[in-house]
């Protein structure tokens, strides 16, 4: 059994978009709000944490949704298409609200872009599993999560670049620059996956099988107890680890200009060596995870990012080593980010996965719309040294949590060689 790369790397378009996007946001909106509408950090974090809030429950509801649609182009691509096309009408305006310093205009434009993007993450992300064999998952989520670390290069390629070190920043060009990159993204995504036809050949592939339920379903349809008790704890694991993890990516720009003291888009360039790390990184991970297990693999990124975290917390200045331990934080975060979502999807029923994807981003969602309220907080009145420190603390309790789950693990693939798992189907 081989994965199709070419396929999985069209379907990874979509997320690649999705990711230039949410890159954009969480670098230059937070800039925004602090400097053209001079809002405190904690007002701010929570002004972050709204895209979460409508996640929270629209991913679900979207994920459910697109499970039950059959349109002629297939039940995920018509979200996928229509999402996008509000959203990069909608988010080339927020520059236009912050150059008019215009906060209601900003906050409209900003809420109409959340919603379209919270109609089709999950359709989006539910492509992959819909046309990927089981056991080849956490491979075809590797190449998946380089495509939208890609997304995340490219949007921090233009920060770094274009945002100046003095001056009042215009953001406009940014902005229209990642929307065409989104639509040529998804339109290429349309010309090259026929999602119908290949939904077809995986249910003819895996149906005979009949281990779709095996392991997760009962004969009532109902998951067995013992994987609900795995279910719920790496839910759990995903909420405290994006708990950790969001907190620093939200605030890593304002923190290293205010803490650290590094002038205008240089922030971008310590984001993207991180994001380089994890491109490296997304794809041995599948691999790896192929022949030691996922759990293994996400408990050893969860370890490192710990680690790398509580370094972190003793740079009172900007020095290179903090570039080091970036290096090692994408790679920590590839390990537990390939692996995660087909673990909780490897629990759900064919007919499922769109809801089950939905499960996933209520539990990263939920720890999202909290942590940069509770972080900015810290933050605001303790002080800017309380980020790394907070995140440790959050990183070990994933730890925890994610070492008693038992399910949802991947089966080894024993390759009859090691180029095996390096080959590529037409």
Known sequence: MKLNYRRTFFIGLAFMSISAFW?????????????????????????????????????????????????????????????????????VLIPVADNLVSLPLFVLVLLVALVAMSTYRSPAVALMPDVTPKPLRSQANGIINLMGALGAVFSLALIAFLVPATGVPNYFVIFAIVAAFMVISVAILFVTIKENRIAHEMEALEHPAGDAKEEVMGGSGKMDPLVKRSFWLILASIFFWFFAYNAVTTAFSKYIQSHLGVAGGGFASSLMIATVAAVIAFVPAGMIAA?????????????VLALCFALASLFTTFSPLLNVLLVFVGFGWAAINVNSYPMVVEMAKGSDIGKYTGYYYTASMSAQILTPVLSGFFMEHVGY????????????????????????????????????LLDVED
């Open 23 to 91: 890159q954009l946001y969480d670098s230059i909106v937070p800039l925004i709000l602090k400097h053209t509408f001079e809002i405190g950090d904690t007002l701010a974090g929570g002004i972050m944490a709204i895209d979460n809030i409508l996640a929270l429950f629209m991913l679900p509801l979207f994920g459910a949704f697109s499970d039950k649609v059959s349109t002629a182009i297939g039940k995920r691509m018509p979200f996928i298409l229509g999402g996008t096309a509000v959203a990069v009408i909608s988010m």
């Open 291 to 303: 022949r030691i297990g996922r759990k293994r693999t996400i408990l050893t990124g969860i370890a």
């Open 385 to 420: 040294g309380t980020l790394f420190p907070y995140a440790t603390i959050f990183m070990i309790i994933a730890f925890i949590t994610m070492s008693q789950v038992k399910h949802g693990d991947s089966k080894v693939i024993s390759p009859k060689s090691k180029l095996e």
